[in-house]
């Protein structure tokens, strides 16, 4: 299956602007960026996409073994890199996307001429001196609130996740992006975005910034 089908990839902007690769957090699609399209277009060629289980991607090419770990989703950013025959791109990564970007930065960095990282985490998991926000224990209850009702947690995450209370239609929107999603591909994709450890692939990335 062809990345364009498979991850909904859609182009817009300057045609012969710098190009920049746009990737979503979890339980969003494209639509996530529409507020800023207006200002980027003017100056960049813009690709945006959806992860595979998110909005118009195919759900047909949704396997657990490949999306149990970010490193499917890397495989995704940059089978569309080879198919549009992107170099020198920005690579936009928001949320559990910044560590999908940095993966696929390192592993094809030939491709990208930088990384905007909004919000990341390479753990979510507090570990020693590490601080990552939460203990395990808030990230079993986490994922087992979503597992057992994902509407009711959908409900009660999208204001907590959008942070912008004096703007409740952000979180009403982040909310039916989420109930939009597959209950059993959004489970699999929280457990996976909840419980990876990137710290040795986000320090890996300062040598490829530094060579930049």
């Known amino acids: 299956m062809d990345a364009h089908r498979r991850n909904n990839v859609t182009v817009t902007g300057r045609e012969d602007g710098p190009t920049v690769l746009l990737a979503t957090e979890f339980g969003c699609d494209q639509n996530l960026w529409r507020l800023v399209v207006p200002d980027l277009a003017e100056r960049f060629r813009l690709v945006f996409f959806d992860h595979v289980g998110a909005g118009g991607s195919d759900p047909a090419a949704w396997s657990p073994a490949r999306y149990s770990s970010l490193a499917?989703?890397?495989?995704?950013?940059?089978?569309?890199?080879?198919?549009?025959?992107?170099?020198?791109?920005?690579?936009?990564?928001?949320?559990?996307?910044?560590?999908?970007?940095v993966l696929a930065a390192n592993r094809e960095p030939a491709r990208f001429a930088g990384l905007v990282l909004l919000t990341p985490s390479p753990c979510y998991v507090?570990?020693?001196?590490?601080?990552?926000?939460?203990?395990?224990?808030?990230?079993?209850?986490?994922?087992?609130?979503?597992?057992?009702?994902?509407?009711?947690?959908?409900?009660?995450?999208?204001?907590?996740?959008?942070?912008?209370?004096?703007?409740?239609?952000?979180?009403?929107?982040?909310?039916a992006s989420f109930c939009r999603t597959d209950p059993a591909i959004a489970r699999v994709f929280?457990?996976?975005?909840?419980?990876s450890d990137n710290r040795a692939d986000l320090a890996a990335i300062a040598e490829f910034a530094i060579a930049r």
Not at 153 to 169: L, T
């Open 72 to 101: 499917g989703y890397a495989e995704d950013v940059l089978d569309i890199c080879a198919e549009l025959d992107l170099r020198d791109t920005v690579l936009v990564g928001h949320s559990v996307s910044a560590m999908i970007a």
């Open 126 to 175: 507090d570990d020693g001196d590490y601080r990552g926000g939460h203990t395990r224990a808030d990230i079993d209850e986490l994922l087992e609130s979503l597992e057992s009702t994902y509407l009711s947690w959908s409900a009660a995450m999208a204001p907590v996740i959008a942070g912008n209370p004096d703007r409740p239609e952000v979180a009403g929107e982040l909310e």
């Open 190 to 195: 929280a457990r996976t975005t909840f419980l």
